[in-house]
């Protein structure tokens, strides 16, 4: 009885544990505290060009075709302009935000979300797959390790509790990462409110026209999908009809085709999920 007490506590404990996370836990601590003050101080508005982070995603992104890497031991190595962005993003006020465009606030939450997963994979790194971060009652996208409008927040607040809330854009799918093979690739760029439209479209075009992670093949009539259409398919119900009716226009070679893949008849297969980190070392 009492070794099963000691179990039992010691459940408590890591979940406890893995649910409590600082912000200053997982972020990579680069100021002191002086120097902190005058970086924000020196931003008492919110950069919407996101040029910090452009700057980053220029130098550690390693593109190949429709697919892309992330240096992370060096950006691991060599971190003071991710904190800096970060502090930027941390930094903005409900009052702020609610002041923004509605391209303005997707923007800046698809980056954050983005930012904040490659943080969560440098200071873990290194790991082979961001499944394996968090504790046991909790996977890396509920831990609650930064700040967002004053308060903590997870990965998983950013996605489902306010971007497909607020916004009825399923393409987020195709640019929001989770830094594994098989999910859509980071962009060499921020995204911006002015070229938002352009950007998610070609976030989805890319995505789409990888064949390793979705194609239609005629022999079978069989539109092989990317899991992340099973996971979120009433996203593009609601807005395009189906996940295929959308995904058409892009997978199809010619008119006859994309009717066929956007037929409601047409048997779909998930393909599987390569949870592997995206590690450019690895490429």
């Known amino acids: ?11 408590l404990s890591v979940f406890v544990t893995s649910k409590l996370v600082r912000a200053e836990d997982h972020l990579p601590i680069v100021f002191a505290k002086g120097e902190l003050a005058k970086q924000r101080a020196a931003a008492a508005e919110f950069d919407h060009s996101h040029t910090i982070w452009s700057k980053i995603l220029h130098e550690v992104v390693v593109q190949d075709g429709v697919k892309s890497g992330v240096k992370y031991s060096a950006l691991r190595s060599s971190p003071k302009e991710l904190q800096r962005y970060i502090y930027s993003l941390s930094d903005v006020t409900k009052s702020q935000f609610s002041k923004f465009t509605e391209a303005q606030k997707l923007s800046f939450l698809i980056n954050a979300y983005n930012a904040f997963t490659v943080t969560l994979i440098i200071n873990n790194y290194p790991v082979s797959s961001i499944k394996k971060i968090g504790g046991w009652f909790s996977t890396p ?12 927040h997870s990965l998983d607040d950013i996605e489902h509790e306010m971007i497909r809330k607020w916004f009825d854009e399923p393409r987020i799918h195709f640019a929001l990462v989770c830094a594994a093979k098989s999910c859509p690739p980071l962009r060499n760029e921020a995204y911006v409110a002015d070229r938002l439209e352009d950007q998610l479209h070609d976030a989805a075009k890319n995505f789409l026209n990888d064949n390793d992670r979705n194609y239609f093949d005629p022999a079978t009539s069989t539109l092989h999908f990317s899991s992340i259409f099973k996971w979120y398919g009433s996203d593009f119900d609601k807005k395009h009809g189906s996940a295929q009716r959308f995904a058409a226009p892009f997978i199809a070679d010619s008119e006859g085709q994309a009717a066929t893949i956007a037929a409601e008849s047409t048997a779909i297969e998930f393909l599987p999920y390569d949870w592997s980190l995206n590690d450019a070392a690895s490429r």
Do not use: C, D, N
Request: glycine letters at 4%; proline letters at 0%; hydrophobic letters at 65%.
């Open 141 to 152: 996208w509920k831990i609650q390790f930064f700040k967002l409008f004053g308060e903590l």
């Open 1 to 11: 009885m009492r070794s099963f007490q000691v179990i039992i506590a010691l459940l």
